[in-house]
């Protein structure tokens, strides 16, 4: 059975923003992403250009609903929470792509597996899509995205072991 692979609104807005959202593409060949997912991007200034063109392409896919459960976590926003409800009444393996700790936990603690960014770069750089995962974080530490020193230093020294 094909893999599910969700992705919040994090993984998205970092990687477009280095121009590398079509790495998505090339490693899982379908993402997709809940409306409300869709929606923090649309009020956090509109989806920007490159993840557009991936939902024109086909291979970004905008779910038509998410499932409802208004049990919602405080400490998580209706992008986390309605990937990982979506995650957990698929039928079949699910990736999720999530950066937040606290809904990373979230996922982990109800057995989902998760990716965030810095794994996606190191994906990248694993399958030959980028010369180097250094440069793709320093990009997205340019960029002000958020991601730890610690975990950045662990993808490298995968990529150098």
Do not use: C
């Not at 490693?27 to 509109?46: D, N, P, Q």
């Not at 049990?71 to 309605?82: D, F, I, M, T």
């Amino acid at each position: 059975m094909a893999r599910l692979v969700l992705t919040d609104t994090s993984p998205l807005i970092g990687l477009a923003r280095i121009n590398g959202l079509e790495w998505l593409r090339d490693l899982f060949g379908r993402v997709e992403m809940t409306t409300a997912v869709f929606l923090e991007l649309s009020r956090a200034g509109g989806p920007e250009r490159a993840i557009l063109q991936a939902i024109e392409e086909g291979w970004l896919v905008r779910r038509k609903s998410d499932p409802e459960d208004p049990q919602r976590p405080p400490h998580l926003g209706a992008g986390e929470w309605s990937t990982l409800i979506t995650a957990r009444v698929h039928k079949g393996p699910v990736l999720i792509l999530m950066d937040d700790r606290l809904a990373r936990r979230e996922a982990q603690d109800r057995d989902l597996t998760v990716a965030g960014t810095a794994a996606v770069v190191g994906m990248a750089r694993s399958r030959g899509l980028i010369p180097s995962a250094r440069s793709a974080f320093e990009a997205l530490l340019r960029a002000d995205f958020r991601i730890s020193r610690e975990l950045i230093q662990e993808i490298l020294d995968r990529e150098e072991g």
